[in-house]
């Protein structure tokens, strides 16, 4: 089916002015009806945005939820086939040369993030010759063997192996029934490196893609300040910061995950560095309760970087709450001279929503507190600049006095 014959959607009148600005998204309320299976258009499909007067302004992935359609491309002539999807991706790989990655010791890196690459609904991270997928809308569930196999083609990228990973990511209405499973190569050991240390990564149970890839340059950060330091990680899921702040020289790390096999993959990853032992401690315990009941001044270095606390909008006042009693708990506890590394990865959460709940938390603590540093993600997870959406790692490190 070529661009010219497919299914046409039409905006109401005045709707087009995002999409002329190149926002990658059409919201249900953009369009003059949604279109029901009598139209025989079902989710996944590709599909013709057109102006109300007329003009066709591009053709995206149709889906059923508050966001119809993600924008594939503005230009009504160009095919969504595989051509276009080879083209895209070494596109893709074009920044992440440009910035230096892969690297002789960094081989764990997003080569695909949504928006910010073109390709919204989509998310590519690599771990040596392995890349893992995750399909956020159902048309790209159904390009993923068409994805798979440019992935597997793109010359210099040294990818063998596709592991296909979107049960959780799809949306559940869809009906997709999508499996786990590798869907180019076969499994090829699940180590990658980063910045000179090596990390089990766990792509078939782990969460995401099996390793937070978005916090590289912030985990080198750290590294840098460790030396001498009592550090406390909480929410430490596979070990990253930790394995960074022993690199470092920190005087001791604890790592608090309320997951025991999160703290299992810890320990293995801190040992896969340190085959000698290191001055490492670990428990399965609340994030909450560990920092209520533990010594004051024990640490002058803690690590927040909580999960999600809002998928949406809807959570918002909870998440600030809970991002302020978090941080709140972190001020009273941390040793004079203290260094905090305080996160959110919450994209409904702006980041003057979070720097207030941060600023609130240190006001009722008392303490005198600095900022030295403002976090983000890094340049491999790129932020398309008609899509402000896709900036969602707010991050702060602090100085407590």
């Not at 590798?182 to 980063?194: C, F, K, L, N, P």
């Not at 969460?207 to 985990?219: L, P, S, Y």
């Not at 896969?272 to 994030?287: M, T």
Request: hydrophobic share 40%; aromatic share 10%; glycine share 8%.
């Amino acid at each position: 089916m070529t661009n010219g014959t497919l299914p046409q959607l039409r905006l109401r009148k005045g709707k087009e002015e995002s999409l002329d600005r190149f926002h990658p998204w059409v919201f249900s309320g953009a369009l003059t009806r949604m279109p029901s299976e009598a139209d025989g258009i079902e989710e996944g499909d590709l599909v013709s945005v057109v102006a109300s007067d007329g003009r066709v302004i591009g053709t995206g992935h149709f889906q059923i939820g508050s966001i119809a359609v993600r924008m594939l491309t503005f230009d009504a002539s160009e095919a969504i086939d595989a051509d276009f999807y080879r083209r895209r991706l070494a596109q893709a790989l074009s920044l992440r040369r440009a910035i230096g990655l892969p690297s002789p010791d960094t081989d764990a890196y997003r080569l695909v993030h949504g928006e910010g690459d073109f390709l919204p609904g989509l998310v590519v991270d690599v771990y040596g010759p392995t890349a893992v997928v995750q399909a956020h809308s159902p048309g790209m569930h159904y390009a993923r063997k068409t994805i798979a196999d440019a992935l597997v083609g793109l010359p210099g990228a040294g990818i063998d192996n596709v592991y296909y990973k979107s049960e959780t990511t799809l949306p559940f209405k869809a009906r997709l029934d999508p499996r786990n499973d590798y869907i180019a190569g076969a499994y090829a050991g699940d180590t990658a490196s980063e910045n000179g240390l090596v990390f089990h990564v766990d792509w078939l149970k782990g969460q995401k893609t099996g390793f937070f890839v978005d916090q590289r340059e912030n985990r080198q950060l750290l590294r840098s300040l460790s030396h001498g330091r009592r550090v406390l990680n909480m929410f430490c899921y596979t070990g990253g910061f930790s394995v960074y702040a022993l690199s470092g020289g920190a005087e001791e790390v604890v790592s608090v995950d309320s997951s025991a096999k999160a703290i299992t993959l810890t320990d293995a990853n801190v040992a896969l560095n340190f085959p000698e032992g290191a001055p490492h401690r670990s428990y399965a315990e609340d994030a909450f309760k560990f920092l209520d009941t533990m010594e004051k001044d024990a640490y002058d270095l803690i690590l927040l970087d909580p999960p999600a606390f809002a998928k949406h909008r809807s959570a918002l006042h909870n998440a600030l709450q809970g991002y302020r009693r978090l941080n709140a708990r972190a001020f009273e506890k941390i040793a004079p001279g203290g260094i905090l590394f305080t996160f959110s990865c919450s994209q409904a959460v702006t980041r003057e929503q979070f720097r207030l709940a941060v600023f609130s938390a240190a006001a009722a603590s008392r303490r005198r507190v600095r900022i030295l540093h403002q976090l983000t993600q890094p340049a491999d997870h790129p932020v398309n600049i008609y899509h402000p959406e896709g900036e969602y790692l707010k991050g702060l490190v602090l100085y407590v006095e």
